[in-house]
């Protein structure tokens, strides 16, 4: 049991070794770039041969475009902000899927995929500059590795409940509330904290980039109607809701412009 303590306790000093730049909180993340990059790489890869991109479109230029002012706006912040260099082991891309799935996400260490099925949500390059900063900002805050160390944490969590638990009816109590409870207690509010952070980084960065913040509120207005009425409730999610994330967004947008300001950007598109 003392040896199972004393892991837990490594595990979590370790995890707790990194600083958000963004944010200057601790992250929850014992992944290193050098482990976690190369793994994430190759995934990107396998899945790039297993589904159709859209190559030399308009389409899939502007997502390239956007990518890549998107991608310097945060360098400029990092660097601007005490953390040049940061972004060395990032490999940047950027591909358009043909899938009607309306997503969009990012690997660690910048490996982003857009599906076309969220293209007529976007409307345009700005939009996609919206769905882009919040995919970039996942990848700038390590929210992949984080996750990786929580999931870890909840099974070294579980194994230490059932060493230390010798009563047979409170062990059996444990497993069966435990992996419930460390979900939405835990798990589910990691992510959504995890949606939110990247909302308003992102929202920042593409601001600098010269991208209207105002219009992630917008998008997301027309993601809530694309959704329907059918929705699961939030604290059920690993996502805040849709209108928690619109009246987050509209508080944001000024402060994000001001940021830009920053960087001598004050008009926008």
């Known amino acids: 049991m003392k040896k199972i303590i004393l892991i837990l306790a490594i595990f979590i000093g370790v995890s707790a070794c990194k600083t958000n730049p963004f944010t200057g909180k601790k ?7 050098s482990q976690i990059f190369p793994t ?3 995934q990107y890869d396998q899945f790039l041969t297993e589904n159709k991109t859209v190559e030399n479109t308009a389409d899939s230029r502007m997502i390239t475009t956007v990518g890549q002012k ?10 601007a902000n005490g953390y040049p260099g940061y972004l060395n082991d990032y490999k940047w891309e950027y591909n358009l899927v043909q899938d009607e799935t309306v997503n969009a996400w ?8 857009f599906y076309t099925g969220i293209l007529p949500i976007c409307q345009g390059e700005t939009g996609v500059a919206v769905v882009m900063g919040h995919e970039v900002a996942h990848a700038l805050a390590d929210h992949g590795a984080q996750r990786m160390t929580a999931s870890y944490g909840q099974q070294i969590g579980a194994v230490v409940g059932n060493v230390a638990l010798k ?11 435990y992996g419930v409870g460390s979900n939405v207690l835990g798990m589910l509010p990691f992510s959504r904290s995890h949606e939110t952070e990247a909302d308003k980084i992102g929202l920042q960065i593409m601001a600098i980039a010269g991208y209207n913040p105002d219009e992630a ?3 997301w207005k027309r993601m809530k109607a694309n959704s329907g ?8 999610s690993t996502h805040p809701s849709n209108d928690t994330r619109i009246n987050n967004l509209t508080v944001w947008a000024p402060e994000a412009k001001a940021e830009a300001a920053k960087f001598g950007v004050t008009s926008f598109k």
Do not use: H
């Open 27 to 33: 992250m929850l993340n014992a992944f290193p770039n």
């Open 40 to 42: 994430a790489f190759a």
């Open 70 to 79: 998107i991608a310097s706006a945060a360098e400029r912040w990092l660097t």
């Open 106 to 113: 990012c690997m660690p260490g910048g490996k982003i995929v």
């Open 167 to 177: 009563d047979e009816k409170a062990l059996g109590l444990f497993n069966q509330y």
């Open 217 to 219: 509120a917008e998008l």
């Open 229 to 236: 009425a059918s929705s699961t409730p939030e604290f059920m």
